[in-house]
């Protein structure tokens, strides 16, 4: 993510969510943001609680999730939830978890700093700061209708055992 902000002039970019149980792991990001020459176009907010973090979310251009690996993504729910545009690395989760046809995503490989530059580039140039009601109504109802999807499974699936061990 700094690597390809290094290279975008005009996106600016919120970080939260460092753990205050390890102050390490922020000054190590601060010191790649300063080595990157990113520091004013980057906002370190740190460990932050869930309604401020939400608060954020509603008003950004998109939510960015760069990740290599991931389980199910409460950021992605939350971005979905807020009815903000994502920008995500293309992993088979995300994928999953990110309805196109509801939410505007953008996608890049994982690791990809060039592929995410872009991903940027284009939601920072096709989107803007939230909220955009009817995106997240749309968002909550899709997160709503997997969820509900999800739960049919688990009880066929616990019906199935149950008749199987009877």
């Given at each position: 993510l700094i690597a390809a902000l290094a290279r975008l002039r005009d996106v600016h970019v919120v970080l939260t969510g460092f753990d205050p149980r390890d102050p390490a792991l922020g000054r190590w990001i601060a010191a790649l943001v300063e080595r990157a020459g990113v520091s004013d176009r980057v906002t370190m907010l740190g460990f932050r609680s869930r309604r401020e973090v939400f608060a954020l979310?509603?008003?950004?251009?998109?939510?960015?999730?760069?990740?290599?690996?991931?389980?199910?993504?409460?950021?992605?729910?939350?971005?979905?939830?807020?009815?903000?545009?994502?920008?995500?690395?293309?992993?088979?989760?995300?994928?999953?978890?990110?309805?196109?046809?509801?939410?505007?995503?953008?996608?890049?490989?994982?690791?990809?700093?060039?592929?995410?530059?872009?991903?940027?580039?284009?939601?920072?140039?096709?989107?803007?700061?939230?909220?955009?009601p009817e995106l997240a109504s749309a968002g909550r109802k899709a997160s709503f209708e997997r969820g509900r999807a999800s739960a049919r499974l688990l009880l066929s699936v616990l019906a199935e055992a149950i008749e199987d061990a009877g």
């Open positions: 979310l509603r008003r950004a251009v998109a939510i960015v999730q760069p990740s290599r690996f991931e389980g199910w993504s409460l950021l992605v729910e939350d971005a979905l939830a807020a009815g903000r545009p994502l920008v995500l690395s293309d992993l088979e989760v995300h994928r999953e978890q990110a309805p196109q046809e509801v939410m505007p995503v953008h996608w890049f490989s994982p690791g990809d700093d060039a592929g995410l530059e872009a991903a940027l580039a284009e939601a920072w140039r096709t989107h803007a700061p939230g909220p955009q």
